[in-house]
């Protein structure tokens, strides 16, 4: 089937192609030019007097937006860090033995990812007053883990199941202490699973808007809390740079990591939840 | 250490996270909404949340709306996710490019394309300024209702933007580790293109694309605050209008808030179901 595509399918395939592109880019245009307007209304297509005050505002203490900045990427790191502790032994539980009852242990790990947050985050918020962890930050992380654990558990099993626990077994023998068998033959093996599911789960942390809103009690502000603020309030200069902010570490991460993403491993599901 | 301890000693920190913050959410979302709350000081457990949520129309309204937008945004979703990987699967100049957008896209949060929709879609957004500028509206009211509208047209083309990509990354990667040898044999046996397409690589790729439309299904079923920012007044997407009876002045609608939450648990149950069924083999390659 290797035969040269006719010229009506090139053009088919051009038009297309330029078409895709062109609505794949298209709703963030808006945010980057109102980021950079004075003023810009109706009928005028572009700005009728450009400004850095969207800017400059942005990136003032006054806003906020940097204080939120530094707290959405805390709270992403926080669940990031639980997410790798907690998902690392149980990727290798499920990625190395067979048990009786795994495929429940399975299934109820991936559940999370499939319920949204609202059907469980209500319940949560009753209990998270009584036990004072409603309006703060380490509360806000402890629910972030329920949609970011389930990614990292499924790219850790992937790992496990491709890994030969007799490296282990040799270093053990030739007098390594189980901690330096750990150091260094377990974590270099895994790293790879370590860095893509970390990745998804700093990701997934970093999209979160109702958890935080609810836990948060609208004491704890990440971006996504000032963008929808910002957003709902006709800031409309200012939500555009927050975007421009917002969506940095995404393209940073993207960059960095393109080569260890592949569409074929199932961690990509992650995605789905951003 | 026997192997069971220790796959009980590797599991708890995990399972703790989801028994205890996953299923107690649920559990407790359950009790609050029969109005039961021990440690509240509510302890007659009654129906009258569900029957108010079950006999109020703007229930059935926004249940209906949410399907809705589920639906047909998943569907969208997937007919123009394998149109774009047949187009994307064999080498040409666009193709690197389109990848990378793909790929981009994923990592822009929903909230990000909720505003990007708004600002390009609404009375006075872009489309509306250009349809201004080559005369073919003269006000904004002039424009179609495209945001904050009844059919949640702004709420759809918002997912189909994020989705897309999704979709396609996943069934791009199916179809190039299926290689092209399936449909040469098939096209050697005198089918034609598009008999190869149906009868042999659309059963191969199927699984792939429904695994992603059940994520892509419950996710907008139940996102907040897409609906939020795209989405009418009344009827209100399912979550948003969960939110609301949530944060109510008058505490006496939390439990229905509560009901509306298990409707979405609910739904999501069945959605898991064929999601297992598609993906039973995920876990172990």
């Given amino acids: 089937m290797s035969q040269r595509p006719s010229t009506g399918f090139r053009t088919f395939r051009a038009i297309t192609t330029v078409m895709m592109v062109t609505w794949l880019i298209l709703p963030l245009v808006p945010l980057a030019i109102w ?7 109706f009928p005028n297509v572009l700005p009728s007097a450009w400004s850095l005050q969207g800017w400059e505002y942005a990136l003032s203490d006054r806003s906020g937006v940097i204080d939120a900045l530094w707290l959405t990427i805390g709270i992403s790191l926080g669940a990031t860090v639980l997410s790798v502790l907690a998902g690392v032994p149980a990727g290798r539980a499920l990625g190395m033995y067979n048990f009786r009852g795994k495929q429940f242990i399975e ?15 209500l319940g949560i918020h009753v209990v998270f007053i009584w036990l004072g962890l409603a309006n703060s930050i380490f509360g806000v992380i402890l629910v972030h883990l329920i949609p970011t654990l389930p990614y990292m558990v499924l790219v850790m099993s992937g790992i496990f199941a491709n890994y030969d626990p007799a490296f282990e077994a040799q270093a053990r023998s030739l007098g390594a202490s189980p901690l330096k068998t750990f150091w260094y033959v377990t974590v270099p093996a895994i790293m790879p699973g370590i860095i893509v599911g970390a990745l998804f789960a700093f990701l997934i ?43 940095i570490p995404g393209i940073l991460i993207l960059i960095l990591t393109a ?3 592949s569409g074929r491993s199932g961690a990509v599901g992650g995605f789905g939840q951003i | 250490m026997s192997d069971r301890w220790k796959i009980i000693l590797l599991l708890t920190p995990a399972m703790s996270v989801i028994v205890l913050l996953f299923l107690g959410g649920l559990a407790l979302g ?31 309204l926004s249940f209906l709306l949410t399907f809705h937008i589920a639906f047909t945004s998943t569907a969208i979703s997937c007919v123009l996710a394998i149109g774009a990987a047949l187009l994307l699967r064999r080498t040409f100049v666009g193709r690197s490019l389109i990848n990378f957008l793909f790929q981009l896209n994923l990592t822009v949060p929903h909230l990000v394309g909720a505003v990007g929709i708004l600002y390009l879609f609404s009375q006075s957004g872009s489309f509306a300024r250009l349809a201004n500028e080559f005369g073919m509206i003269e006000r904004p009211s002039d424009f179609p209702a495209l945001v904050f509208d009844p059919f949640a047209i702004g ?36 089918a034609n293109k598009w008999q190869s397409f149906i009868h042999v690589l659309l059963p191969l790729i199927i699984p792939g694309v429904l695994s992603a439309s059940v994520i892509v299904f419950a996710f907008t079923f139940g996102a907040f605050e897409i609906p939020a920012i795209l989405g009418a007044n009344f009827p209100a997407a399912l979550p948003v209008l969960a939110f609301r009876k949530f944060t109510d002045v008058d505490l006496a609608a939390r439990p229905e808030a509560m009901a509306m939450a298990m409707v979405i648990a609910l739904l999501s149950a069945v959605m898991i179901f064929f999601y297992i069924r598609y993906t039973r083999q995920k876990f172990r390659n």
Avoid at chain 2, 30 to 55: C, E, H, K, Q
Avoid at chain 2, 167 to 179: C, D, E, F, K, T
């Fill in chain 1, 35 to 41: 980021s950079f307007s004075r003023s810009w209304f």
């Fill in chain 1, 259 to 261: 080569r260890h993403l």
């Fill in chain 1, 107 to 121: 299934l109820l790990i991936l559940a999370p990812a499939i319920v949204p947050g609202i059907a469980v985050v």
């Fill in chain 2, 30 to 60: 359950l009790m609050r909404s029969f109005n039961y709350m021990p440690i509240i000081g509510l302890i007659n457990p009654n129906f009258d949340a569900y029957l108010a949520v079950f006999t109020s129309s703007e229930f059935y």
């Fill in chain 2, 155 to 190: 709420i759809i083309l918002q997912y189909v933007w994020k989705e897309v990509p999704f979709i396609g990354v996943i069934v791009l990667a199916n179809m190039q580790s299926l290689g092209e040898d399936y449909e040469s044999v098939a096209r050697s046996l005198g």
């Fill in chain 1, 205 to 247: 942390s970093w999209s979160q808007y109702i958890l935080t809103l609810l836990i948060g009690g609208g004491r704890v502000i990440t971006l996504p809390l000032l963008l929808f603020n910002f957003a709902t309030s006709g800031r409309n200069d200012l939500t555009g740079a927050i975007s421009v902010i917002y969506i």
